[in-house]
């Protein structure tokens, strides 16, 4: 089971996410996105909680209302954590999750530690809370289909921005051919290399 949650601080609304237990955990380590930037409560146990961004947008432009609800809920679901003042929470791409074989089940480490970020979170804010709860929904999504789905769409994206770029630079070849041909023919048509009958010469006709 997989709880989606819906922060409506800004237009568009952010989608966030966390699994049920551990177990669901290591799913959503496996089957991540490259747009999503995870949360965890640094040193403590806590929930592992997925923030899903836009394409494009980089960690450090993550709106601030966004990341205050994320830290939010992550120290919410914190067993100690959320019993606690000044905590931090610790935030990074997906894509720098590292997971292996001789880990235990909900364990991670990180591939580049300086693309992992902190921030402190002096205490649990309640409103915030009840709203993000309020949106609470429950799902079984299938998360190897919904990665591969996503994973083809941007196939498709690329594959189509190439075809892009083909059709451009044949356009931009048969453009540049055409100029060349033009100004091959502007050359031979100058008035210097051209000539008439009166310029003389052994084709004219001379009857004396």
Known sequence: MVFY???????????IYM???KYENEDLIKYGWPEDIWFHVDKLSSA??????????AI???????????????????IQGCKMNNINVVYT?????????????GQIGFYRQKEVKTVAVDRKVNEIVNRLEKTKDERYP??????????REERNEKKAQ??????????????K?????????SSLMTSDKMQTNEDGGNDSDDFM
């Open 177 to 185: 051919k055409d100029l060349d041909e033009l100004k091959c023919y």
């Open 60 to 78: 450090d432009d993550i709106p601030k209302e966004v990341l205050i609800d994320c830290v939010q809920l992550v120290k919410n679901n914190s």
């Open 162 to 175: 190439l075809q892009d770029h083909k059709k451009k630079e044949k356009e931009d070849l048969k453009r």
């Open 142 to 151: 299938d998360l190897a289909a919904e990665k591969e789905s996503r994973d």
């Open 48 to 57: 592992h909680v997925y923030l899903r961004m836009p394409k494009g947008v």
């Open 93 to 105: 791409p997906w894509a720098n999750l590292k997971k292996t074989g001789d880990m235990d089940v």
């Open 5 to 15: 949650f819906t922060s409506a601080v800004v237009d568009p609304p952010h989608t």
């Open 19 to 21: 699994g049920k237990d």
